[in-house]
């Protein structure tokens, strides 16, 4: 009895093996150089898959269940280095570590991290694709938390030495953001207050000295690109001990969008250590520069104009209106012009 199961267990192995079928493909027409090799069941791929390069060395590999990729695939260059590293589940989803390689240099990663049923989750770090085929220095460029396919969590992103970090929300930045210098010393703090004014979003802004005082202050609004559109209300200026220096108050009804270029103005006011007023205007941003408009009065730390002048609509001085004083007050007219 023990003798008849026994066969026909064995009887059943080999009817098994037998099921499954070795292919191979080939480059050439006389099968001297293998291209593909892999094990077929009942019509579709089923078993250990490899791919080969003309000179032999494996480029993919890995396992097929029902004609669909499952566990863990390597895939190599032609030299042999081992390189992308993927998994999938058993349902052919995308899961687990994936790692994948500079195309220029496949000694250092582009992107790694994980993913749960087909999607991103949790940290996935990116790399600079170096060019330079001899280098193994790997260079950081981001790493972003990610929630079922979404960008959702702490960040950190990296370029030439400098660092920012913040948290992101469904896909949009939100709340504090930090901007390190080369020096790895706070430059710059952003806040995304979730507030919006027409088309843009609102962000305040601080920068800061190399000694930590602040530097500058303002409020900024943002295009969906976060790029800076326009300024609003407060901008103040500090010198490196931390007294004000100057002062622009923009206005919010000056704001006007051209083609997405927004025009803006405000009134400027710039002191003395004393915090007495030296300088008096309006300032307008028009394409890329800032420049004065209208009056502008410099003044004495005593009080007394320094100097006056008119500028037209585009910030040209208007001939005729410009006069130097004396600080006693009385007017230079040698200086008129």
């Not at 292919?23 to 593909?36: G, L, N, P, S, V």
């Not at 806040?191 to 190399?210: D, R």
């Not at 000694?211 to 202050?217: D, F, H, R, V």
Request: aromatic share 14%.
């Amino acid at each position: 009895m023990k003798n008849l199961i026994l066969i026909a267990g064995m009887t059943f192995c080999f009817s098994a093996i037998g099921q499954q079928k070795l292919t191979k493909t080939f480059y050439d027409a006389r099968q001297t150089k293998i291209k593909e090799e892999y094990h077929t069941a009942n019509g579709v791929k089923n078993g250990t898959y490899k791919e080969f390069s003309e000179y032999g060395g494996v480029l993919r590999q890995g396992t097929y269940k029902n004609d669909i990729r499952v566990g863990t695939w390597i895939i190599t260059d032609l030299k042999g280095i081992s390189s992308d590293t993927e998994n999938f589940n058993m349902s052919g989803e995308m899961e687990g570590k994936w790692i994948k390689h500079c195309p220029f240099n496949r000694r250092i990663k582009l992107v790694e991290g994980y993913y749960t049923a087909g999607k991103r989750n949790g940290i996935w770090s990116e790399y600079e694709c170096e060019s330079d085929p001899l280098t193994t220095k790997q260079i950081l460029k981001s790493k972003e938390t990610y929630s079922a396919g979404e960008v959702n969590g702490e960040c950190e992103y990296f370029s030439n030495g400098e660092r920012r970090t913040g948290l992101i929300k469904k896909g949009q930045k939100t709340g504090e953001w930090k901007e390190y210098n080369q020096s790895g010393k706070m430059a710059i703090t952003f806040y995304y207050t979730g507030n919006t004014f027409g088309p843009y979003s609102l962000k305040n802004v601080i920068v800061y000295y190399n000694n930590g005082k602040i530097a500058a202050k303002r409020n900024a609004l943002h295009n969906y690109q976060d790029v800076m559109q326009a300024k609003l209300g407060e901008e103040l200026y500090y010198d490196t001990t931390g007294v004000l220096e100057a002062k622009i108050v923009w206005n919010k009804d000056s704001i006007t969008d051209h083609y997405n270029d927004a025009y803006f103005s405000g009134s400027y006011e710039e002191y003395y250590p004393s915090l007495k007023l030296g300088i008096k205007g309006t300032l307008r941003f028009e394409r890329g520069r800032e420049f004065f408009v209208g009056e502008k009065i410099a003044y004495y730390e005593n009080g007394n104009k320094k100097s006056e002048g008119k500028y037209d609509r585009n910030g040209y001085l208007i001939t005729g209106t410009y006069i130097e004083y004396f600080e006693t007050g009385e007017p230079n007219e040698k200086s008129r012009k």
